[in-house]
């Protein structure tokens, strides 16, 4: 029995990897469509007839932002099921609530159809899928690392880091695509939504997967056994430190990802393709540095590779951004300054989620390792193109996305640097396995 039982063993932890980072790919597919579309959808959600069209992609940031700050109570909420009742259900029930909520914003009628409806709408959905978002995260980084097998925490929680990669590029092409194949008048009128439905059928998919997953061995052996909860100070405490030690992943992450597409077209004059194919280019580098940067992370430690990655953005940042405005350089160098940008991230992103996973106890990992991601992304993630945007418009510096981005990072390396120094050796197969 013992033999079989070890025979399906990579098999479970191999449907982990797919059932578990399958939703990530879907919310960061949605989120990254909706901010590759966010000047489309300021001009059909809030911006009335003769409204400002900075004052519109400003509510759209700020909707965008809203979603965010639902993450943590989601965060909270699915988290403290998933710990009691297993992290199978809960998974299962965020994954269906994030596929209709978007799905349904690819269906809502625009201002022009319903008025100052219209926004609220959209708004509520926003809301919808924050708290799914927030029960994602902790559940998904929980299934993935407490099936790796000893010391390889690192490359097993990138894949939810990879997936964030794979769901915006999967946005990006969505939207390059439909740019390509339809006229402008089409994409502002109806082609937007075609992203956004196709939810439908991918989430139909993550659920089925979701439906097949095994429980956890940590989470089985946790509850077979009667344990004291950490107090919950200690827990605070770790979630504070873990927000901290994300901020800057956070804040580069969607500065560089995610805002580019609206910032190169307001502030730098670039057109829709043109500010797709630096997006794209982005996230390919973010996408081949994350599962390397993990894998890494299991042999040198998780401080030297994450570290390593935030130092890079405060120094690189502002060097990057005045690069995309010299109209002398080539689209070639300025293609690969965004490709180096991505994989900065990804330094951080690859062993972002085992590093947060050991943070945490079985008992509370769910809980306490998803409401340090949500509330480092809610506040510098989400606020991310509210604050760049408005900035630049009150001050007119257009080096604001850059000055963002360090800042997030140089706050971030003090948390960064209590972290141990390489990895330990030691009791990590048995603790790796019951957390």
């Known amino acids: 029995m013992t033999s079989i039982h070890q025979l399906g063993e990579p098999r479970r932890g191999r449907r982990a990897l797919v059932a578990g980072s399958v939703g990530n790919l879907i919310e960061w597919y949605e989120f990254g469509v909706y901010g590759y579309f966010a000047t489309i959808i300021a001009a059909r959600f809030f911006t009335p007839e003769g409204g400002s069209e900075a004052e519109g992609l400003v509510k759209t940031y700020a909707s965008f932002a809203l979603a965010f700050f639902f993450r943590p109570v989601g965060a909270a909420l699915f988290g403290r099921l998933g710990d009691r009742l297993g992290r199978r259900p809960v998974l299962v029930l965020v994954i269906t609530l994030m596929t209709v909520a978007t799905t349904l914003i690819g269906a809502l009628p625009t201002y022009a159809q319903a008025g100052a409806l219209a926004p609220w709408l959209l708004t509520f959905l926003r809301v919808l899928q924050g708290l799914s978002a927030g029960g994602e995260f902790g559940g998904a980084v929980s299934v993935m690392t407490e099936f790796a097998p000893p010391g390889r925490r690192g490359l097993y929680g990138s894949w939810q880091s990879f997936t964030v990669a794979l769901g915006l590029l999967a946005g990006a092409g969505a939207a390059a695509l439909l740019a390509t194949v339809l006229t402008e008048e089409q994409l502002g009128a109806w082609g937007w939504r075609l992203p956004f439905l196709l939810t439908l059928p991918l989430g139909l998919g993550a659920l089925w997967l979701r439906l097949r997953?095994?429980?956890?061995?940590?989470?089985?052996?946790?509850?077979?056994?009667?344990?004291?909860?950490?107090?919950?100070?200690?827990?605070?405490?770790?979630?504070?430190?873990?927000?901290?030690?994300?901020?800057?992943?956070?804040?580069?992450?969607?500065?560089?990802?995610?805002?580019?597409?609206?910032?190169?077209?307001?502030?730098?004059?670039?057109?829709?393709?043109?500010?797709?194919?630096?997006?794209?280019?982005?996230?390919?580098?973010?996408?081949?540095?994350?599962?390397?940067?993990?894998?890494?992370?299991?042999?040198?430690?998780?401080?030297?590779?994450?570290?390593?990655?935030?130092?890079?953005?405060?120094?690189?940042?502002?060097?990057?951004?005045?690069?995309?405005?010299?109209?002398?350089?080539?689209?070639?160098?300025?293609?690969?300054?965004?490709?180096?940008?991505?994989?900065?991230?990804?330094?951080?992103?690859?062993?972002?989620?085992a590093m947060l996973s050991e943070m945490f106890p079985t008992r509370v990992r769910y809980t306490g390792l998803g409401l340090a991601y949500a509330?480092?992304?809610?506040?510098?993630?989400?606020?991310?193109?509210?604050?760049?945007?408005?900035?630049?418009?009150?001050?007119?510096?257009?080096?604001?996305?850059?000055?963002?981005?360090?800042?997030?990072?140089?706050?971030?390396?003090?948390?960064l640097l209590t972290l141990p120094s390489r990895r330990v050796r030691g009791a990590e197969a048995v603790q790796e396995r019951t957390g």
């Open 375 to 415: 509330l480092s992304n809610a506040v510098f993630s989400g606020c991310a193109g509210l604050v760049i945007t408005e900035t630049i418009e009150r001050t007119g510096s257009v080096d604001i996305p850059a000055y963002y981005a360090a800042a997030a990072c140089a706050v971030s390396v003090p948390a």
């Open 213 to 353: 997953l095994d429980e956890t061995p940590a989470f089985e052996a946790e509850r077979s056994r009667e344990t004291e909860t950490p107090p919950p100070r200690e827990v605070a405490k770790a979630v504070a430190l873990g927000a901290g030690r994300i901020m800057g992943w956070a804040a580069a992450g969607y500065t560089f990802l995610v805002v580019l597409p609206s910032y190169l077209q307001s502030s730098l004059g670039a057109t829709f393709q043109q500010a797709l194919v630096a997006t794209v280019l982005a996230n390919l580098g973010f996408a081949v540095t994350i599962v390397p940067a993990g894998l890494l992370s299991d042999l040198v430690g998780r401080r030297a590779v994450v570290l390593t990655g935030t130092v890079l953005v405060v120094v690189l940042a502002v060097p990057l951004i005045d690069l995309l405005q010299q109209s002398e350089a080539s689209t070639t160098v300025k293609g690969v300054a965004v490709f180096g940008a991505g994989s900065v991230v990804g330094l951080m992103a690859g062993p972002g989620p």
